[in-house]
């Protein structure tokens, strides 16, 4: 049995905790068109239940929690957040209204936001710069693998026993994972741990902000996660609208094509980076901005096509370009910025990457539907969709931009 002290034990348990914590969300994809059915709600109001509602307060308690993170016990940390977003997953199944179920969906944003920044600080402390960007490759890989556990399970429990009992079965079991952590998982030494106290938030926004690759990295972040999220949340209710498709063969079909896609994705990314250009972040940047720009432009694809069978094989190619990107921009941003700042840079971009993405690109999407639908009719969120895919050449520019100055930040930050 591997000890729980040995590093890929720590990364196997953040793997499988952030897998549930973005279950959560592929839950709520899954059941938007039946929640809307049941709760009586417009498209606008979805999308501010999806978006803005739970990115505000995701986004603003990821920072304090980061702060403690950067200077207290992050496996403590992981474990509290882990168990309250559980727990308020399933109370998600007793909402009777938009009220109540909003209500529930802030306290899930509180507690998730415990999980991305410590633990994305627990593996830059665990692993060299050179197998970084395999491990959070690994890490991330929670995202793709909860497509693939989330939608096939979720897809099916809600078409046989409803919105409600998904969210109730799939939350519960993030209350074993909260256990396993707290008392198998170590926290790690700090190389700063003797340093001194850390900086003021004040002089560590100063310092990210003029690090020029981590400005254009987290101004990527902003633009993907607004368009990204705002395509994401709605493309199931789009195959449900515009192809008639049931929840359980919709979310079989996402398990198959983005699901597997993204994991492919995900560690040919960690492989590329690790194997092909370790320690060579400025190649690393240069290839994560062809995948931006080709996942731009194969989803257009996506609402292009009347055959849903194409549609999914394009969100598949997509997804692989999307996915590849993911695990070197994260670890890049970890090697860009002083140790003693990592924890606290990753909730800074969440903090503006949800508030701009996650919060408005839902909600955009939505009130862009709700707008076509005068002279679309059914079809409006098909086009809704296809207006935000042009956003990730946007994207792919400014990660190209940070390719050229990352070496020379790299090391400003090693020097620190």
Request: hydrophobic share 50%; aromatic share 12%.
């Amino acid at each position: 049995m591997m000890s729980p002290s040995r590093p890929h034990y720590l990364l196997a348990i953040l793997l499988v905790i952030l897998t549930f914590n973005f279950l959560d969300r592929s839950i709520l994809a899954i059941a938007l068109q039946d929640i809307k059915a049941d709760l009586a709600l417009s498209d606008t109001q979805l999308g501010f239940l999806s978006g803005i509602a739970f990115a505000l307060f995701y986004s603003v308690a990821g920072i304090p929690i980061a702060r403690w993170a950067d200077r207290g016990n992050r496996v403590s940390i992981i474990a509290i957040t882990t168990a309250l977003w559980s727990g308020l997953v399933a109370l998600c199944g007793m909402a009777g209204s938009f009220a109540q179920l909003l209500l529930i969906r802030v306290g899930v944003a509180v507690g998730e936001a415990g999980c991305v920044p410590p633990a994305h600080s627990l593996i830059a402390d665990t692993f060299s710069r050179a197998q970084r960007p395999r491990a959070v490759s690994i890490y991330m890989l929670g995202g793709p693998l909860s497509i693939v556990v989330g939608y096939f399970l979720a897809g099916w429990l809600n078409e046989l026993y409803g919105w409600r009992a998904t969210f109730v079965i799939l939350g519960a079991p993030g209350l074993l994972l909260a256990l396993l952590a707290h008392f198998t998982l170590k926290e790690p030494p700090r190389r700063h741990a003797d340093a001194g106290p850390p900086p003021d938030l004040k002089r560590v926004i100063s310092t990210l902000w003029s690090n020029r690759t981590f400005r254009h990295l987290h101004i990527c972040f902003s633009i993907t996660f607004f368009f990204g999220t705002g395509i994401w949340q709605w493309q199931p209710s789009y195959f449900v609208r515009s192809f008639g498709l049931q929840t359980g063969e919709l979310g079989t079909w996402f398990a198959l094509t983005a699901g597997l896609a993204g994991v492919v994705g995900a560690i040919a990314g960690g492989e590329i980076a690790s194997r092909y250009a370790a320690r060579n972040e400025g190649l690393q940047l240069k290839l994560m901005a062809v995948g931006f720009a080709a996942f731009g432009v194969i989803s257009a694809g996506v609402y292009l096509t009347s055959d849903y069978r194409i549609a999914f094989a394009l969100v598949a190619l997509a997804t692989l370009g999307g996915a590849t990107a993911t695990g070197p921009l994260f670890a890049t941003v970890q090697t860009v910025v002083p140790q003693h700042m990592r924890a606290t840079s990753i909730a800074i971009v969440y903090l503006f990457a949800n508030l701009i993405g996650m919060g408005l690109g839902p909600l955009a999407a939505g009130f862009l539907s709700d707008q076509f639908r005068s002279w679309a009719g059914e079809e409006s969120l098909r086009y809704a969709l296809l207006a935000l895919c042009p956003g990730y050449l946007w994207a792919a520019l400014h990660v190209w931009r940070g390719s050229v100055s990352v070496t020379g930040d790299i090391e400003k930050a090693q020097a620190v």
